[in-house]
């Protein structure tokens, strides 16, 4: 009796020791489960338990976690919602100031040519005429400038504003000034509101 005892047990053993550690961790807690009266072989043997025991050794241990994995298409559509209200708040507020930005830059621009206009004036007795080529003057020598600044007066060829535009310049200007020296603002034609109003020259 105690021999046939031990041979069981070694069989027991040796069939637990046969299976992998996963699957020899499950089939360690069906052979609890099972009654008192049936050993480890018993439960391994039974083919039952033994396709329990290969079911669950094969599944895949991120079988629990698919269900939260990625996103669900209500999930993105709402994320994509949330990113386009954000960037009709704040693409118009970027743009808005990278316009006005170049509106102070062009106000700069026209006070530097306003100055080089007087400089003109200094060396040649007046203001350069439409009749010597305008804002041109400053840049390439007219005939009738006898004092004329070598290199000219201002770098870079003919003014223009932030837009790339020409600066327009009249002599003389208008409600008794000198001359107007002003720029036609973002859209590139006289008139116009906000960003594309025209940007005039105040002495």
């Not at 009749?131 to 000219?152: I, R, T, Y």
Request: hydrophobic letters at 35%; one cysteine or more; aromatic letters at 8%.
């Amino acid at each position: 009796m105690f021999e046939m005892k031990m041979k069981n047990s070694i069989h027991e053993q040796h069939a637990e020791n046969n299976l992998n550690p996963a699957t020899r961790s499950i089939a360690s807690r069906l052979a609890v489960s099972c009654h008192s009266k049936h050993s480890f072989s018993s439960c391994i043997d039974d083919p039952r338990t033994h396709n329990t025991v290969a079911r669950l050794a094969t599944r895949p241990s991120n079988t629990r976690f698919s269900r939260v994995s990625g996103f669900t298409l209500i999930e993105v559509m709402v994320v994509i919602v949330i990113l386009g209200v954000l960037a009709a708040l704040i693409v118009p507020n970027v743009m808005g100031r990278g316009e006005k930005a170049k509106v102070d830059t062009t106000s700069i621009t026209l006070k530097g040519v306003a100055g080089a206009l007087d400089q003109y004036k200094l060396d040649n007795g007046r203001y350069p005429s439409m009749q010597d080529g305008g804002l041109d003057a400053l840049v390439n020598q007219p005939a009738s400038a006898k004092n004329w600044l070598p290199g000219g007066y201002v770098k870079g060829g003919y003014p223009k504003d932030s837009w790339e535009n020409d600066l327009q310049y009249v002599i003389p200007g208008r409600d008794g000034r000198s001359f107007d020296l002003y720029s036609f603002g973002a859209d590139g034609k006289e008139g116009g509101e906000g960003n594309d109003a025209d940007i005039y020259y105040q002495p």
